[in-house]
């Protein structure tokens, strides 16, 4: 497990509203959630925080509904402890029921959004991403521009074929990325993990939080901020919740967004 630990600091300033809905499911603040800075510790706000860890009592475990390269630019620099997302791989994804990715054919998004995760993660920290193999040069080019470095990669074996064309295509893949020079893990985790078959009932490509459960575990520690700016069917912050991080999360389709939010809700695996 990492083991530094954290200082949670202010999210956004102090008038800022971001659209987000607590473990309830509702709408705070009539859809648009005012975030303050307060003084709480341990037991004022979440079982999960650290006794040396203020926290923001409005946003621990909340999903924000929106672009998240808007939303990020509304955090001050170093305030989240581990990114782990899974991104659009840039292919235009069809699943066979029809669902789709918004913005899975566009890479505009792509060099901003890991230029605001890089300033948002604290220095000497870790992120881990998911990627599209076919599309790996723009990925690699956007994180080391964002000034991410890669430091490891991820294979996620799967007991099935996605796809069959010049092979079975049976595995995920994700880049760890270090932000300046973390600590290394007391155990390191293998670099080649199982992906156990989720039947994509939530959304098209949703990751097994079994799978993310080893990576939150080796690159953060209890009470860190987890943040995923890409989080669909939410399986980040089930994750999260179930090491006992904190998390934020971020989704731009409202869709999906309900769902992974009714996910949190009612602590579905």
Known sequence: MYQNRITLIGFLGKDAEVPTTDNSGEPQGGGALRLRETGLTRGECSPCLSSSAPCLASLCDTIALGD??????????????????????????????????????????????????????????????????????????????????????????????????????????????????????????????????????VHPTQKAVSALVPLIESFSAEGDLVLDPFCGSGSTLVAARRLRRLFIGMELDPTYHALATRRIQTGAA
């Open 68 to 201: 998240c390269v808007e939303l990020m630019r509304q955090m001050p620099a170093a305030s989240v402890d581990f990114i782990l997302t899974d991104p659009p791989y840039l292919v235009d994804y069809r699943s066979r029921d029809g669902r789709a990715i918004q913005n899975d054919a566009d890479d505009r998004w792509l060099k901003p959004a890991f230029a605001e995760a890089h300033r948002v993660l604290r220095s000497n920290r870790f992120c881990v991403c998911f990627y599209g193999w076919s599309k790996a040069d723009k990925f690699i080019a956007a994180w080391r521009a964002a000034g991410f470095r890669p430091v490891g990669h991820l294979v996620f074996r799967k007991g099935y074929a996605s796809a069959t064309r010049f092979l079975r295509y049976q595995h995920e893949q994700a880049y760890l990325l270090a932000k300046g020079e973390p600590q290394r893990p007391e155990h390191p985790i293998s670099d080649v993990l199982e992906m156990r078959y989720t039947g994509n009932k």
